[in-house]
């Protein structure tokens, strides 16, 4: 927060030159000629003028839309989910699923009490066949990508 009643004198001594000297970045002589100027007023100018961070508008269309519909798609997102997990709990081949969505799984209590809305669409799963099974999984299956981080070799 910044708060400024414009009466500082900041050509003072020559202490604030980013502030009281003329600046290349654009085009205003110097601030302190101005009248009534106010530190909040040169602030942003300066930085705008540094970085640049103006997004054009059609990033800011598809930024605002991405937020506006974030809380449907994550509730669509954790219905998929659990349906996909209660399905694969009921498949032959499948030793086991972890998803705290599912009525079952141990962080079930927690989930309902922590994120009673949705639940994050990622679980777990064991395949009664071990690491051969895995491998002829992921073989054979074209619409999820292989995690790495959780592909190691069971003993």
Not at 15 to 41: I, N, V
Not at 81 to 109: C, F, M, N, Q, R
Request: hydrophobic share 40%.
């Amino acid at each position: 927060m910044i708060v400024d009643g414009g009466t500082f004198n900041w050509s003072r001594e020559g202490r604030y030159p980013m502030l009281s000297e003329p600046r290349p970045e654009y085009s205003a002589s110097c601030c302190t000629k101005l009248r009534q100027f106010r530190f909040r007023h040169r602030l942003p100018r300066a930085r705008l003028a540094r970085s640049r961070p103006a997004l054009s508008p059609f990033n800011a269309f598809l930024i605002l839309t991405g937020i506006e519909t974030l809380p449907l798609r994550m509730q669509r997102h954790s219905d998929n989910a659990l349906a996909v997990a209660e399905w694969l709990s009921k498949h032959p081949e499948i030793a086991w699923v972890s998803y705290p969505g599912l009525a079952g799984d141990k962080y079930h209590t927690l989930a309902k009490k922590y994120v009673p809305k949705a639940v994050a669409p990622v679980f777990t799963i064991g395949l009664k066949g071990g690491y051969d099974a895995g491998v002829r999984l992921v073989s054979n299956v074209e619409l999820f990508s292989l995690s790495p981080i959780s592909a190691t070799r069971a003993r």
